[in-house]
């Protein structure tokens, strides 16, 4: 089974420019997440998509951040424009079930590393 | 608010010890718990859950205990080795997952 891809790696901009990350989940997987790491804290999520829709945005600051699951499969989620804070690893995952991650756990991919100058 | 806390930043052990890594969560709706696992460079990967109507849950050398009462879970890794050293991740579930901040364990052989 191919894991959860994401790319950039690495990706370096200056504050005030826009960037865009991009994920494919895993074949068949129905939730999709993007969360943001900042540096010595745990993953904090931002977003959920259940298929098509969202179903919990409430951390999204959405005066400059955007996402969109196209098809329920693919997601892109854009910075625009990027503040010094936005620096952080932003990691997408998927999973089988739209219910509890208790019997359905999350699986991650490696994350796109932004820093922001 | 910091719902789900991990108050050692790291933790050493030699190999073939045991490692024990101490979570506590304020949040008393979580209704399960899990661990995940983070290599340099790589997304945490799952390790182990435990409802919270359990009290142990046990998967080869890994080990969740959970004491409701005290709002605290503990991760148990016996005989911990070498490859065993990455950033663990306490989490708690309900609507969604919260994450501590993580211990990072290091195993000497």
């Known amino acids: 089974e191919a894991g959860v891809a994401q790319s950039p790696r690495y990706k370096i901009i200056e504050k005030r420019q826009s960037v865009a990350f991009w994920c494919n989940p895993i074949?068949?997987?129905?939730?999709l997440y993007w969360y943001q790491q900042i540096l010595g804290q745990g993953p904090k999520l931002l977003i959920q998509f259940q298929n098509n829709g969202v179903v919990d945005d409430s951390q999204l600051p959405k005066d400059r951040f955007s996402a969109e699951r196209l098809k329920g499969v693919d997601s892109t989620l854009k910075i625009q424009p990027a503040k010094l804070e936005d620096s952080a690893v932003y990691l997408c995952?998927?999973?089988?079930?739209?219910?509890?991650?208790?019997?359905?756990?999350?699986?991650f991919g490696n994350g796109t590393r932004l820093t922001v100058t | 608010d910091q719902q789900v806390k991990q108050n050692s930043p790291s933790l050493s052990v030699q190999e073939g010890r045991i490692s024990i890594l101490n979570c506590d969560y304020t949040n008393s709706m979580f209704d399960y718990f899990l661990w995940y696992k983070k290599y340099p460079a790589e997304g945490p990967t799952f390790l182990i859950s435990i409802s919270s109507i359990k009290d142990k849950n046990e998967d080869g050398r890994f080990t969740v205990f959970l004491n409701k009462s005290a709002k605290h879970l503990s991760l148990h890794i016996v005989p911990s080795q070498p490859g065993d050293s990455a950033v663990y991740f306490c989490?708690?579930?309900?609507?969604?997952?919260?994450f501590g901040k993580g211990t990072k364990l290091t195993v000497n052989p």
């Open positions: 995952a998927s999973s089988v079930s739209t219910a509890s991650s208790y019997n359905s756990p999350l699986h």
């Open positions: 989490t708690g579930g309900s609507e969604k997952l919260v």
């Open positions: 074949s068949g997987h129905a939730t």
